[in-house]
């Protein structure tokens, strides 16, 4: 049916998460076995002829997939939290031990011989029933094409693209991806992630300060142009005068195009023909602009 004819033969791991023909465990004795709802046969851990293993392996329609452990032998296992599952969580190198599966399909293992001492810890394993599994790969700090490549190679889908302006990354490159790396999920499962558009470029001009009588207030105008990459519809701006602040307004600017703020400051700013200093910062997804005028109170 498959493997070696020779003995103490290493395994083939291929890609986590990826059957293939070629993908075999290592020879071992003593490992832990079970079997799912769909009828696919699981294997966890066991001895070789050196070293002990803490890999798991699904065995579907003729073919082994490495689901997850290490593909390096006598490794420890990664406990976590008791009682909450999470990807990173693996039981360490052992033997026999005891294994079980539930009346509602869960695969349970207790104990066993790692490759020092003997342990009596208890695990449980929720299988997804009837399907293969994938790991998420690292893509962020990739490009689109080599984040693309990535998803599709772990038996992946791709799910939404988006961009976001960052003062730190590259554009083109990718600085966010759902879900994280390194969880499992069902193979053929979407993984999106966000690109980076790169710095904003976002200019401010002072259009004029009046006095308002009315409302005794002064009335600040500005110009902001997004004539880089800055998202749309997420500029805050917040702005202040001799330090008195002002509430955050709200400035939906698509690139290449400008809009208006209007300040209204109260007299208690300044006094009339003072010099007063206006400070401002624009804050969107990703970072931040700011600046400042120097002005003559009307």
């Known amino acids: 049916m498959g493997g070696s004819n020779l003995t ?8 986590k998460g990826l059957a293939s023909a070629a993908n075999v465990p290592g020879a071992r004795a003593a490992g832990f076995a079970w079997t799912d709802a769909a009828g696919n046969f699981w294997l966890f851990g ?3 002829s050196v070293v002990g293993f803490n890999d798991l392996w699904e065995y579907e329609s003729g073919l082994w997939t490495w689901i997850g452990g290490s593909e390096l032998g006598n490794q420890p296992g990664t406990y976590g939290t008791e009682g909450v599952a999470a990807p ?9 031990g005891i294994s079980w599966t539930d009346t509602t399909g869960n695969f349970w293992l207790f104990g066993g011989c790692g490759p ?4 009596n810890d208890l695990w449980k394993y929720e299988p997804v029933t009837g399907l293969a599994v994938g790991v998420v790969p690292n893509v962020v700090g990739d490009t689109r094409a080599a984040a693309t490549l990535a998803i599709s190679g772990a038996g992946l889908a791709i799910g939404t693209i988006t961009t976001a302006a960052s003062s730190t990354v590259a554009p083109g490159i990718v600085i966010i ?9 069902p193979l053929g499962s979407p993984v999106s992630f966000v690109i980076s558009s790169g710095a904003p470029h976002l200019v401010t001009t002072l259009q004029s300060i009046t006095l308002n009588g009315a409302t005794n207030q002064y009335v600040v105008v500005l110009d902001i142009a997004n004539t880089g990459n800055a998202p749309a519809g997420n500029l805050t701006l917040t702005a202040a005068m001799l330090n008195r602040a002002l509430p955050v307004a709200s400035l939906p600017i698509s690139v290449g195009n ?18 007063g200093a206006l400070t401002f910062t624009l804050t969107y997804t990703g970072g931040s602009s700011g600046g400042g005028f120097r002005l003559v109170l009307p």
């Open 8 to 15: 103490n033969q290493p395994g083939g791991y291929g890609t």
């Open 46 to 48: 066991g001895s070789g």
């Open 88 to 96: 990173a969580n693996i039981p360490g190198a052992r033997n026999f």
């Open 116 to 119: 020092v001492n003997c342990l």
């Open 177 to 185: 991806e759902t879900p994280l790396s390194g969880t499992q999920v």
């Open 258 to 275: 400008a809009n208006t703020a209007t300040l209204n400051f109260p007299l208690t700013a300044g006094a009339p023909g003072s010099i």
